[in-house]
């Protein structure tokens, strides 16, 4: 869950989340050497004569000033290549969760189940439990087994909705007419929050999303007792 204090990311529970943070700490270190050779560059500009001379006149400059920045993207591209193709790969998903996103709530179904379906509202301040949080938890979580590869379709009923979690690394649109796909797979068992990522209305703000990741065998209790 994020906090005002995090500075960071929250810890990941998935593997997908794993590879957004190892890229974006392989960018920002790219970025840093970039802004400290820069600056220093600038700041002997202003003392330094014959290397002021050498990046005006010299005509090699050019040439460095060319290659240099292309060699540094490519050490960007490629990872971010990489990453791209791994959150669009759906592995033969084990279970298959339908979302739909509307004004201003979501509705599951979990397709490989019988009469398994729901819609998730938030949970008003006055109704909140102490160990419960304000525009965050949901009268129904979203409960999926760990371990286990998870397909997410996602769509809308009204207009543009965003079903994101940031811990397990995931954010997919919901569009009306249109049937988006995710997938993901949860290394740790927990509670996950997220909330609607696109701004969809008044009350856009109040659409959480709590993924519950439990063990296979709570998952088939559940989906017992829910579809009964």
Known sequence: MASWKALGFQDSASPLMEQLIFFHDH???????ITTL???????????????????????????WT????IILIFIALPSLRLLYLLDEVNEPSV???????????????????????????????????????VLDVDNRTVLPTNTQVRVLASAADVIHSWTVPTLGVKVDAIPGRLNQTSFNM????????????????????????VEGT??????????????
């Open 27 to 33: 960018a920002m270190l790219v970025l840093i050497l």
């Open 38 to 64: 820069v600056g220093y560059m600038m700041a002997t500009l202003l003392f330094n004569k014959l290397i002021n001379r050498f990046l005006l006149e010299h005509q090699n400059i050019e040439t460095i």
């Open 67 to 70: 290659i240099l920045p292309a």
């Open 96 to 134: 298959t969760l339908k979302t739909v996103g509307r004004q201003w709530y979501w509705s599951y179904e979990y397709s490989d189940f019988i009469k398994m379906e729901f819609d998730a509202y938030m949970i008003s301040s006055n109704d909140l439990e102490d160990s419960q949080f304000r």
């Open 187 to 210: 290394n740790r068992p927990g509670l996950f929050y997220g909330q609607c990522s696109e701004i969809c209305g008044s009350n856009h703000s109040f659409m959480p999303i709590v």
């Open 215 to 228: 063990s296979t065998s709570f998952f088939l209790e559940w989906s017992i007792s829910i579809g009964n």
